[in-house]
């Protein structure tokens, strides 16, 4: 099943906030994020484990409520190289085999 | 430190004819890998994944197939190609809990 990610888009000026969401309809034993540039590669940002831990590195951040089965990335301060596609990947699993990415959150900073 | 290599960059093929796509990985060994593939608007659609040699999941039914023949190798085939196999196909590997690395993608347009 694929997770629910909203907005499926998102204009910033430089040095605003965004919130990106990510939901799933079953039970996540983790939740991925990464980025993508425009005919790049996605890239890995982070990963949170079950246990509803909170992550984050730079002004990236992002938080994990299991029970509420739903993944959240927080941007602060954006800059123009936050500019690209997010995308949460989901493993129900457990084993980490099988992530199920959603359809992505295009996300534009502007000067 | 670890790499991952995946070949051509773009490809741009009849309806009919066969696929091979190549992926390698440097710098570890055992690796979990994955063929995924982006179409526009649908993310990433996991295709194959593979534990170790030989061992090959396919996650959806298609005229693809996946071999991995030595322990970081992954090929993508086809015998005959459609236009639906148009996309941008994406090789990773993952270490447990650190995120999955993609390689560069091959664009591959089916004409």
């Known amino acids: 099943q694929q997770p629910v990610q909203s907005p499926q888009a998102v204009i910033l000026r430089e040095g605003e906030d965004a919130v990106i969401n990510c939901s799933s309809s079953?039970?996540?034993?983790?939740v991925h994020w990464y980025r993508q540039k425009h005919g790049e590669a996605p890239v890995f940002l982070m990963i949170?484990?079950?246990?509803?831990e909170q992550k984050g590195h730079d002004k990236i951040s992002a938080s994990f409520n299991e029970k509420k089965q739903q993944s959240s990335l927080y941007l602060t301060a954006s800059q123009l190289s936050y500019s690209g596609t997010y995308f949460c990947?989901?493993?129900?699993?457990?084993?980490?085999?099988?992530?199920?990415f959603g359809k992505g959150t295009l996300l534009t900073v502007n000067p | 430190s670890q790499t991952i290599h995946q070949w051509p960059a773009t490809l741009v093929q009849p309806v009919g004819s066969p696929l091979s796509l190549e992926c390698t990985v440097e710098?570890?060994?055992?690796?979990?890998l994955y063929w995924y593939r982006q179409a526009a608007g649908r993310g990433l659609q996991l295709l194959f994944y593979?534990?170790?040699?030989?061992?090959i999941s396919s996650e959806v039914p298609q005229n693809l197939s996946a071999s991995r023949p030595q322990d970081r190798q992954f090929i993508l085939s086809s015998k005959k190609l459609l236009l639906s196999d148009s996309g941008f196909y994406l090789c990773?590997?993952?270490?447990?809990?650190?995120?999955?690395?993609f390689g560069s993608g091959t664009r591959l347009t089916v004409v």
């Open positions: 990773a590997w993952d270490r447990t809990g650190k995120g999955y690395t």
């Open positions: 079953k039970a996540l034993y983790s």
């Open positions: 990947g989901t493993d129900v699993s457990g084993s980490n085999y099988k992530l199920t």
């Open positions: 710098g570890t060994s055992n690796p979990n």
């Open positions: 593979s534990v170790g040699i030989g061992q």
């Open positions: 949170l484990l079950k246990g509803g």
